[in-house]
């Protein structure tokens, strides 16, 4: 068993920044990738970004230069460091872990507004 926890989440003026974390713990041999993902009412979830063990990142078009995402593969937490947020990136951040199959967190609501 796998077990996801984000941290993290909370409320931000716009142009803000917040850090996000996520540890994943449990019967785990190796992660292959971890990555986080957002969903924002009414609309399907999407990923955000992501980073392999080898340290190859993936970043969604909007969030390029403003979000970094980081890894420490020996204690299995990835980081995401979101500058210069905006309204419209209030949604549920979701961290997953691929190890043998996708594990999900719960999920940390983060907000935008003024």
């Known amino acids: 068993q796998v077990q996801v926890v984000e941290s993290g989440g909370g409320w931000v003026q716009p142009g803000g920044s917040l850090r996000l974390s996520c540890v994943a713990s449990?019967?785990?041999?190796?992660?292959?990738?971890m990555g986080w993902y957002r969903q924002a009412p009414g609309k399907q979830r999407e990923l955000v970004a992501a980073?392999?063990?080898?340290?190859?990142?993936t970043y969604t078009d909007f969030v390029k230069g403003r979000f970094t995402i980081s890894r420490d593969n020996a204690k299995n937490t990835v980081s995401l460091q979101m500058n210069s947020l905006k309204p419209e990136e209030t949604a549920v951040y979701s961290c997953?872990?691929?190890?043998?199959?996708?594990?999900w967190g719960q999920g940390t609501q983060v907000t935008v507004s003024s």
């Open positions: 449990g019967s785990i041999c190796s992660i292959f990738a």
């Open positions: 997953n872990a691929v190890t043998g199959g996708g594990y």
């Open positions: 980073i392999t063990s080898g340290g190859t990142t």
